[in-house]
């Protein structure tokens, strides 16, 4: 196993719950009364899921400080990408917008549902090896 792996799933689950205090709080205060109530709800749904998942990260670490199970892995990438897309096109429809960003957020939103899933079976399953 790549010794670093499960410090860098921890490093970007960390910023990515670093960033989503800052973007909770620049919503909080920086953006009310500037936003639709539309608007900044995406706009506070987006930091809320975007920790969710970078507290997820945390756990893809930890997994694999036990086991390397490439699923694990899986679901790290899907746990990035997701947010990416799913956070990503949120805090760009909020602050833009541009309703066309709406038709991406499903695509993060599945990359999410897809990483539990992996994180869910390579857990058992290494479990079981080990």
């Known amino acids: ?3 670093r792996a499960p410090a860098g799933w921890v490093a970007l689950g960390a910023v ?3 960033l989503a205090v800052l973007a909770g709080a620049f919503g909080a205060h920086a953006l ?3 936003l639709s109530p539309d608007d900044l709800g995406a706009f506070e749904t987006a930091a809320r899921y975007q920790m969710y998942h970078g507290l997820a990260l945390l756990a893809v670490g930890s997994s694999l400080s036990r086991t390397n199970d490439p699923l694990i892995h ?3 990438l899907c746990f990035g990408f997701g947010v990416l ?3 990503g096109s949120l805090y ?3 602050l833009s917008g541009l309703s066309a960003l709406g038709a991406v957020t499903p695509f993060g939103g599945v990359a999410l549902v897809a990483g539990w899933g992996c994180l869910a079976w390579g857990t058992i399953r ?3 090896s080990g």
Do not use: E, I, K, Q
């Open 1 to 3: 196993m790549n010794a």
């Open 16 to 18: 990515l719950a670093g």
């Open 32 to 34: 009310r009364g500037t």
């Open 74 to 76: 899986a679901a790290g």
């Open 85 to 87: 897309l799913f956070s």
């Open 92 to 94: 760009a429809l909020a």
């Open 126 to 128: 290494g479990s079981r």
